[in-house]
């Protein structure tokens, strides 16, 4: 079946510090892979996506590389901000529209 | 704008109280909608499928009486969580796929629930 599976949080970094994130998947196919974020007490937000092997998705200074190869789908940043502070999720999008998530990882950016 | 509006935003109720919570997409129609239940510090579990004039699809472990789903129209689905206890007590949200869309799903801002 379908899964996503993320690097266990609770993840904390100092400001400008190099952020990683690491997500694989499990899936039938080459499904689209996506990255969300969710802010305290708010709903999710598209942080970025990949449609297909060897995208590289893109926003707000975050990067993810759709790798057929190793099956993942890593978020990274250069240099994070306190209000980068929030919970991550990984997923990806079967072919019936379900949209899959992993367990999420939260980030704390301290100053 | 929000594409997708979900309400209300939260509910505080009684125990044994039943609650309706609503999901319309907005500026496009939805055949499909999908309910998601969210605990503390946990992931979106995938609670079931709207289907557009046709029975909900229930994932594995979700009741299908506790948890009603109505989707009476192109635009609009309910979710009814009856008889609501304490462990009921999450944050739901709902989802509607929007083919011209560049995103896969748009999401509500999702209702919290707590039962007294």
């Known amino acids: 079946g379908n899964s996503v599976t993320q690097m266990e949080g609770p993840v904390t970094l100092s400001e400008e510090a190099f952020l990683t994130i690491n997500c694989t998947y499990t899936?039938?196919?080459?499904?689209?892979l996506f990255w969300y974020v969710q802010y305290p007490g708010e709903g999710l937000q598209l942080l970025l996506k990949?449609?297909?092997?060897?995208d590289k998705g893109s926003n707000k200074g975050f990067e993810a590389t759709y790798r057929k190869e190793t099956t993942s789908f890593h978020l990274e940043k250069g240099s994070v901000q306190v209000s980068d502070s929030a919970v991550y999720f990984c997923?990806?999008?079967?072919?019936?529209?379900?949209?899959?998530f992993g367990p999420g990882t939260s980030l704390s950016v301290i100053p | 704008g929000a594409v997708v509006s979900q309400h209300p935003s939260r509910v505080i109720c009684k125990s044994g109280t039943s609650v309706k919570i609503e999901c319309r997409s907005l500026d496009f129609q939805a055949t499909t909608m999908f309910w998601y239940r969210q605990f503390p510090k946990q992931s979106l579990m995938l609670m079931a499928t709207s289907n557009e004039g046709s029975k909900a699809t229930y994932e594995q472990g979700v009741e299908k009486d506790k948890f009603l789903i109505n989707h009476a129209s192109l635009t609009l689905s309910t979710l009814t969580v009856t008889s609501a206890h304490p462990e009921d007590s999450s944050f739901y949200i709902c989802?509607?796929?929007?083919?011209?869309?560049?995103?896969?799903?748009?999401f509500g801002d999702g209702t919290r629930l707590s039962i007294l």
């Open positions: 997923a990806l999008l079967t072919s019936y529209d379900k949209v899959i």
């Open positions: 990949a449609t297909k092997a060897d």
């Open positions: 989802s509607a796929p929007d083919r011209d869309s560049n995103q896969p799903q748009h």
């Open positions: 899936a039938t196919g080459y499904p689209s």
